[in-house]
C-alpha cells in the first residue's frame, strides 16, 4: 500500500496553496518540527491522511459586511472566520481588524492558534477571523457602526460551545464592547460568546493584561531554566498596542529596563529606560489614534524603521507577522541572550534560522503569547459558572499555565541538553491535538 510521507504533505500544500505564503510558511514550519521529531517515522497511512486533515481548516466562512461612514456613504468590507480545527473544544482565537487581512493571513493565525490552545491544557479548539476594515483614521461612530454590521453576519457562526472569538490587532476593548452588544441585542442571549469584554458584562479581570504578562512569565521560566535572571536585563520591545504595552510594564515589574517601543512608522528609544509613566501615556496616545512620531516622552528618541538595530540583552518582538527579517535577526544577534515572541510569528523563516545558529534562546508565540487565551479559557469558565474569579486568582492560574508550557516545551524540545522551544511547542500541541482527533475517529 502506498504510504505518505511529509514531504508528500508538505508538496500537496504548496501546490494547493502556492498563493497563500503566509499560510504556507506556518505550515513549513510546523512539519519540519514534525520531521526532526522523527515522530512520524513509523505513521501509518491513516496517520498521515489524519495530519493532512489537520491542514485543512474544518470552515472558513466569509460575508460582505455593509456599514454607513460619517458622511452617510455606504461602505463594504470582507468579514472572515477560520474554523480550523474543534478536536479538543470550541474554536477559539481573535478577530483582526486590519486593511491586510485576507484568507492567507486568517488561516495562518487559526492554524497556529489549535497548537497554541492545545498547549494551555484547557479545551479549546483553534480559530481566527477578522476583516480587511481599516480602523486607522475612524471615528467612533464609525467603529461602531462596522462592528454592528459585522456581528450581524458573524452571530450565525459562533456560540458559546461552538466558537468563541476574542480581540487581536485592531480589536480592543472598545470593539468587543460593540460586538458583544450587538450579539445580545440580535439573540436576546448573554452567554459570554465573546472574550476580552469589560468586567461590567462577564470580562475576566486582567484579560487585557494577560497575553503581554504570560509573555514576561514565560520569559522567566526560560531563564530560569537556563540559570539566567531577567532582572539587571536591557529589553527591546516592538509595538505599542496590547501586548507590547502589558509586556512592556510588566518587564519594569520584574527590574527589566525597557528601551524601546514602536509602531508602523518607527520608534521610541530611551537609553535610560522607559518608566511605568511613559508606558502608560505611549498606550493612551496610541489608543486615541495618535502616532508614535507624535507621542513626546521625555529623554526618548524617536526614530524611523524597525527597531532592531537597538542593542539589548533580550527581545519582544510583539508587533506582527515577520517584523523580524533574516537581516534584523542578524543585528539582534550580536547582543540577544533571550528572545521571545508576543506576536504571533515574529520572526520569519531566516530569522529563525539565525536564532538556531546562534544558539540564541528563541519562544515562539504559540507557546509564549498563550496567556491571552489562557485567560480567555478562564473567562469562559467564570461565565459558565456566573461566578467572577479574583484578579488573584487569576494571575496565579495564568502563571501556572505559562510554567506548563514552558515544562511541555522542554519535555519535547530538548536534544542535547539544548531546548528547541519551536520544536518542543509545535510537538507539544500536535500529539494533544492528534491524539483528540484520532480518539474522536477523524
Ligand atoms: P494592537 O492592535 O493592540 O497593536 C498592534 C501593534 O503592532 C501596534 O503598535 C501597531 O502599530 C503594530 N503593528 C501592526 N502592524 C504592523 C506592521 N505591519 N509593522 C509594524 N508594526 C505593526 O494588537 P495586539 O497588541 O493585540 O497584537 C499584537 C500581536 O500579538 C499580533 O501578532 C497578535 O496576533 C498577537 N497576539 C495578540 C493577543 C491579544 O490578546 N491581543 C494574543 C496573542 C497574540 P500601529 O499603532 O502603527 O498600528
Keep these: ?39 512520524a517515522d513509523d505513521f501509518s497511512d491513516e496517520e498521515f491522511r489524519r495530519l493532512e486533515r489537520l491542514l485543512v481548516p474544518e470552515r472558513i466562512i466569509s460575508f460582505r459586511v455593509d456599514w454607513i461612514d460619517d458622511v452617510g456613504k455606504l461602505q463594504s468590507n470582507i468579514g472572515y472566520r477560520v474554523q480550523f480545527n474543534s478536536a479538543l ?96 441585542l440580535i439573540t436576546n442571549s448573554d452567554e459570554g460568546v465573546l472574550t476580552g469584554k469589560d468586567e461590567l458584562f462577564g470580562g475576566s479581570c486582567q484579560r487585557t493584561e494577560a ?10 521560566a526560560m531563564a530560569m531554566h537556563h540559570a539566567l535572571e531577567l532582572k539587571g536585563m536591557r529589553a527591546v520591545v516592538s509595538g505599542a498596542g496590547n501586548v507590547a504595552t502589558y509586556t512592556a510594564l510588566k518587564l519594569l515589574d520584574k527590574g527589566v529596563t525597557v528601551l524601546t517601543l514602536s509602531d508602523r512608522g518607527g520608534y521610541l528609544h530611551k537609553p535610560d529606560g522607559l518608566t511605568e509613566k511613559d508606558i502608560k501615556h505611549v498606550s493612551q496616545d496610541k489608543n486615541k ?13 524617536y526614530n524611523e524603521g524597525a527597531v532592531w538595530g537597538v542593542e539589548a540583552d533580550a527581545y519582544f518582538p510583539c508587533a506582527t507577522q515577520n517584523e523580524m527579517n533574516e537581516a534584523a535577526a542578524k543585528q539582534v544577534a550580536k547582543s540577544a541572550k533571550l528572545v521571545v515572541e508576543g506576536a504571533n ?98
Design 211 to 220: 497575553t503581554g504578562y504570560g509573555v514576561v512569565y514565560f520569559a522567566e
Design 1 to 39: 500500500m502506498y504510504v505518505m510521507s511529509i514531504a508528500d504533505i508538505k508538496a500537496g500544500l504548496h501546490t494547493k496553496y502556492s498563493h497563500q505564503t503566509i499560510f504556507l510558511q506556518a505550515t513549513d514550519e510546523f512539519l519540519k518540527s514534525l520531521e526532526e521529531s522523527g515522530l
Design 289 to 301: 489614534g495618535i502616532e508614535l512620531k507624535n507621542c513626546t516622552v521625555e529623554g526618548a528618541i
Design 345 to 442: 510569528m515574529p520572526l520569519d523563516a531566516g530569522a529563525q534560522k539565525v536564532m538556531k545558529e546562534a544558539g540564541i534562546l528563541y519562544a515562539p508565540g504559540k507557546a509564549a503569547n498563550a496567556g491571552g487565551v489562557s485567560v480567555s479559557g478562564i473567562e469562559m469558565a467564570q461565565n459558565a459558572g456566573h461566578y467572577a474569579w479574583t484578579c488573584e486568582q487569576i494571575d496565579g492560574e495564568l502563571q501556572r499555565i505559562m510554567q506548563y508550557i514552558h515544562l511541555q516545551c522542554v519535555e519535547c524540545g530538548t536534544e542535547d541538553g539544548k531546548v528547541d522551544y519551536v520544536k518542543g511547542a509545535n510537538i507539544a500541541g500536535f500529539r494533544r491535538v492528534f491524539e483528540a482527533m484520532r480518539k474522536l475517529g477523524w
Design 89 to 184: 473544544g470550541p474554536y477559539k482565537g481573535g478577530l483582526r481588524f486590519d486593511a491586510t487581512v485576507n484568507e492567507d493571513v486568517l488561516k495562518f493565525l487559526g492554524f497556529e492558534q489549535i497548537f497554541k490552545n492545545a498547549l494551555t491544557g484547557l479545551q479549546l479548539g483553534g480559530g481566527k477571523g477578522g476583516s480587511d476594515f481599516n480602523p486607522k483614521g475612524k471615528s467612533d461612530n464609525e467603529i461602531r457602526s462596522f462592528c454592528q454590521a459585522f456581528m450581524v453576519k458573524l452571530h450565525h457562526h459562533i456560540g458559546l460551545e461552538k466558537d468563541v472569538p476574542a480581540g487581536d490587532i485592531g480589536v480592543g476593548g472598545r470593539e468587543i464592547g460593540y460586538l458583544y452588544g450587538m450579539y445580545k
